[in-house]
């Protein structure tokens, strides 16, 4: 007798709580999410949005309802979709301008990298989804968790989303909300730990451009965002050292690229770095 709307957010709360253990065991609790699965296959399944489905197979695979247990029909129904963003001859009913489908953005950039499908990456709907006119700040952030691939080296397609959502950023950066805010550091921590060059550079440069809104909002992150953002800018300032340094730049060079300064001599430029660290990290605690 519940809504569908009632059961998704249900599985959902079944998933995030800290009070149960994952997977579930065999229990009423298991045995809801199993039938609430059910109810979405077939005419409900094809009604709902895509960011809905994509909520639901998390939520079923974190309660330990995999593909062969209730959630192969969620699994199969969100391939079929990428697959007919990917195919320009489909015409897929689900998005009918890049507005609707950047509602979904985040939700379907998971989803591919999660089945690796990243043919959808390079669909025209995809792309016009991020230009500036369609693509949100919020939504911007958001991509950051899940631009790179899960297995193997970033191709254009990854980089185009890095570039795309890290220029809404640094456009949209002097009205940042506190969550967007939240969102971009943790996102920039997964682009540091990725180990890939050039992500940590995007990372960079993202980091650069919300600065000046960190430092205002402050008062109004919690201690995770101001956590990541200690460990996010921390790091950013070693790999921006070590990197400049293997490129054989002189010391002066190193402390005009990192805080605008020309000084001269490796002891003054030494002292200005971390006098910068220093100060970035008093304002921050």
């Known amino acids: 007798r519940l809504s569908l709307d009632s059961i998704l957010a249900s599985l959902a709360a079944l998933a995030d709580s800290p009070l149960l253990v994952k997977p579930l065991p065999g229990s009423p609790l298991r045995d809801f999410a199993t039938d609430g ?3 979405f296959v077939g005419a409900a399944r094809e009604k709902r949005r895509f960011s809905e489905l994509w909520e639901l197979r998390r939520a079923l695979h974190t309660c330990g309802i995999d593909d062969d ?3 192969g029909g969620i699994t199969k129904e969100l391939r079929s979709r990428l697959r007919l963003l990917s195919n320009p001859e489909a015409n ?3 998005w009918q301008s890049p507005t609707e489908l950047e509602a979904d953005l985040v939700a379907v950039i998971a989803c591919a990298r999660e089945f690796g499908e990243t043919s959808a ?5 995809l792309r016009q989804a991020l230009l500036p006119d369609a693509l949100s700040a919020e939504t911007a952030a958001g991509l950051l968790r899940h631009a790179l691939p899960a297995e193997g080296a970033p191709n254009s397609a990854h ?3 890095l570039e795309m959502a890290g220029r809404q950023l640094a456009s ?3 009205k940042l909300r506190a969550e967007t ?3 971009a550091l943790h996102g920039a921590l997964l682009l540091q730990a990725s180990g890939d060059v050039a992500a940590a550079q995007h990372a960079g440069r993202i980091l650069h451009a919300i600065w000046p809104r960190v430092a205002s909002e402050v008062p109004r992150l919690g201690p995770k965002e101001i ?3 200690l460990r996010a800018y921390s790091w950013q300032l070693h790999f921006d050292h070590e990197h400049l340094s293997t490129a054989d730049l002189t010391p002066s060079a190193i402390a005009a690229a990192a805080g605008g300064r020309a000084v001269r001599g490796a002891a003054t430029a030494g002292r200005a770095e971390r006098e910068g660290v220093a100060e970035l990290k008093a304002k921050l605690v």
Do not use: M
């Open 159 to 161: 980089e185009l989303l």
């Open 172 to 174: 949209s950066s002097a």
């Open 121 to 125: 990456l390079r669909s025209a709907q």
């Open 227 to 229: 956590a990541a953002a």
């Open 181 to 183: 805010l939240a969102g």
């Open 37 to 39: 699965a059910k109810r």
């Open 69 to 71: 247990s209730g959630a």
């Open 92 to 94: 897929p009913l689900a």
